[in-house]
């Protein structure tokens, strides 16, 4: 399955751009997953995509940054659909916490490239200064975002007392790790895997 780019409904592009555009997008990420982010060039990605000239991606995009800034917010986007979508939200917060564990490594389960794309591009890029460009929004993606709903699941009273910071940070290395040990291993036992860990995290986050 590949990623869509669906950030170009106010850019006034024609169906044929949008569509060039999206397969430049998809192209990236498959090298950037392949060969790391330090060997990605314009010329590799036209390669990749079957395309004539590294000038169909100078037409949409100004400089690798502007490429890779599109391709980690369309990455984003995929995967907060995905868990959006495979997220129980009806049962509280400890079921809640347990669906998403899940629907995460259902994600690595399915994607496992595109979470590793994703990871290269927050790790490497940088700006003109040597600055990480991504890394505000990879926080919150990583840690931000789950910390909220930890901490919102103690003042409920769902869950113990612990740093939200800390655990979402935990929780999130698990994940992390789960990503690249499939990198290695895509026979891992996912299920076992997950079960593991939903209930490892659900046993140090439960109020007593």
Request: aromatic share 6%; proline share 2%; hydrophobic share 40%.
């Given at each position: 399955?590949?990623?869509?780019?669906?950030?170009?409904?106010?850019?006034?592009?024609?169906?044929?751009?949008?569509?060039?555009?999206?397969?430049?997008?998809?192209?990236?990420?498959?090298?950037?997953?392949?060969?790391?982010?330090?060997?990605?060039?314009?010329?590799?990605?036209?390669?990749?995509a079957?395309?004539?000239?590294?000038?169909?991606?100078?037409?949409?995009?100004?400089?690798?940054?502007?490429?890779?800034?599109?391709?980690?917010?369309?990455?984003?986007?995929?995967?907060?659909?995905?868990?959006?979508?495979?997220?129980?939200?009806?049962?509280?917060?400890?079921?809640?916490?347990?669906?998403?564990?899940?629907?995460?490594?259902?994600?690595?389960?399915?994607?496992?490239?595109?979470?590793?794309a994703?990871?290269?591009?927050?790790?490497?890029?940088?700006?003109?200064?040597?600055?990480?460009?991504?890394?505000?929004?990879?926080r919150?993606?990583?840690?931000?975002?789950?910390?909220?709903?930890?901490?919102?699941?103690?003042?409920?009273?769902?869950?113990?007392?612990?740093?939200?910071?800390i655990?979402?940070?935990?929780?999130?290395?698990?994940?992390?790790?789960?990503?690249?040990?499939?990198?290695?291993?895509?026979?891992?036992?996912?299920?076992?895997?997950?079960?593991?860990?939903?209930?490892?995290?659900?046993?140090?986050?439960?109020?007593?």
């Amino acid at each position: 399955m590949q990623v869509t780019d669906d950030f170009t409904a106010g850019m006034g592009l024609s169906p044929a751009e949008a569509t060039r555009r999206s397969q430049i997008i998809a192209a990236t990420v498959e090298v950037v997953a392949e060969l790391g982010y330090g060997r990605t060039s314009f010329a590799r990605i036209i390669d990749r995509a079957g395309l004539s000239s590294t000038r169909m991606i100078s037409y949409h995009f100004a400089d690798k940054n502007e490429l890779m800034t599109a391709t980690l917010m369309t990455l984003i986007d995929h995967h907060d659909r995905f868990v959006e979508e495979h997220t129980s939200t009806s049962e509280g917060r400890t079921a809640l916490l347990r669906s998403f564990l899940e629907a995460e490594i259902a994600y690595l389960a399915a994607h496992p490239r595109h979470v590793h794309a994703v990871t290269e591009i927050a790790t490497n890029a940088r700006d003109s200064e040597g600055s990480p460009l991504f890394e505000i929004v990879v926080r919150d993606l990583r840690v931000g975002r789950l910390a909220r709903q930890l901490t919102q699941g103690q003042r409920e009273g769902h869950f113990t007392e612990f740093d939200p910071e800390i655990m979402a940070r935990t929780i999130r290395s698990a994940l992390e790790g789960l990503a690249q040990q499939l990198l290695t291993d895509p026979g891992l036992d996912l299920r076992h895997y997950a079960d593991e860990l939903t209930a490892l995290f659900a046993r140090a986050t439960e109020a007593g």
